[in-house]
C-alpha cells in the first residue's frame, strides 16, 4: 500500500504563498496521474490540480493561475505552490492518485489556513 506525507502548511496571510510538499513512500508517479487535494471543513473532499508523468497538468478553476503543481520523480516527491492566497483556500490538502480508487489510503494532510 502506497503511503504519503504532505507537508508545509501553516497559517498565511491573504494575498501570501505557500509550498506544499508530498513524499509517497515509493516510486510510483511514473504509473499514475498525481493529484492534490483538499477538504474544508463542511465540504468534501475536492481535487484541485494534478500531473501526469510526463508533466501535463490541470486545475481546477478557483486556483487557475494561482496554485501550480509539479513533481520530482527522483525524491518521489510532488508539490503545490500556492500563489495569491485567498481565506476560500483554508482546508487540508491531502495528496494522492488520480482518479480515486475506494481503496485507496489518505495520508495525514497538511492544514492551510489563509487569514489576517
Known amino acids: 500500500q502506497v503511503q504519503f506525507v504532505e507537508s508545509g502548511g501553516g497559517l498565511v496571510q491573504p494575498g501570501g504563498s505557500l509550498r506544499l510538499s508530498c513524499a509517497a513512500s515509493?516510486?510510483?508517479?511514473?504509473?499514475?496521474?498525481m493529484g492534490w487535494y483538499r477538504q474544508a471543513p463542511g465540504k468534501q473532499r475536492e481535487l484541485v490540480a494534478r500531473?501526469?508523468?510526463?508533466?501535463?497538468?490541470n486545475y481546477g478553476d478557483s486556483v487557475k493561475g494561482r496554485f501550480f503543481i509539479s513533481i520530482n520523480n527522483a525524491k518521489n516527491t510532488v508539490y503545490l505552490q500556492m500563489n495569491s492566497l485567498k481565506p476560500e483556500d483554508t482546508a487540508v490538502y491531502y495528496c494522492?492518485?488520480?482518479?480515486?480508487?475506494?481503496?485507496?489510503?489518505w495520508g495525514q494532510g497538511t492544514q492551510v489556513t489563509v487569514s489576517t
Open positions: 494522492n492518485r488520480y482518479p480515486l480508487q475506494i481503496h485507496y489510503s
Open positions: 515509493g516510486s510510483i508517479f511514473r504509473f499514475y496521474v
Open positions: 500531473i501526469s508523468s510526463g508533466g501535463s497538468t
